[in-house]
């Protein structure tokens, strides 16, 4: 085999292996974002597909009776859409991409957020 047709082939394997299970190497996810995704018991990438985002992250706020940072929330979002599109847009692999159109769109306010569980932010803004 020639030297250019060894590159192909090294090319054409780290392309054809597909997306990654290594949550930590998820486009778009802060490293706090990826610890996250763990503490909520994902080990791999593919076990997000499908699952609910405002789901986690509600159940992340009442798990420690705090309202988390949005952030969060979208990054989840973000890892979602990369575990279960087979070939995402890389555009819509920033976890901004991800935020609420406008704040007052969210699915529960931050004021039904604080009443349902607490008034704590866990040491981090909104």
Not at 88 to 107: G, Q
Request: glycine content about 8%; proline content about 3%.
């Amino acid at each position: 085999m020639s030297i250019a047709g060894g590159i192909f082939m090294l090319f054409f394997k780290s392309v054809s292996k597909g997306k990654t299970e290594i949550i930590e190497r998820i486009p778009g996810i802060e490293p706090s974002g990826a610890e996250t995704i763990k503490l909520l018991g994902f080990k791999k990438v593919s076990e997000l597909k499908k699952q609910d985002a405002e789901e986690l992250y509600y159940s992340l706020c009442s798990t420690n009776k705090s309202v988390e940072d949005k952030t969060i929330l979208y990054q989840l979002r973000c890892a979602i859409y990369y575990a279960t599109v087979k070939t995402p847009d890389p555009k819509k692999l920033h976890w901004w991409y991800w935020k609420d159109s406008d704040a007052n769109e969210t699915l529960i306010s931050d004021e039904e957020l604080f009443q349902i569980y607490g008034n704590q932010k866990n040491g981090k803004g909104m």
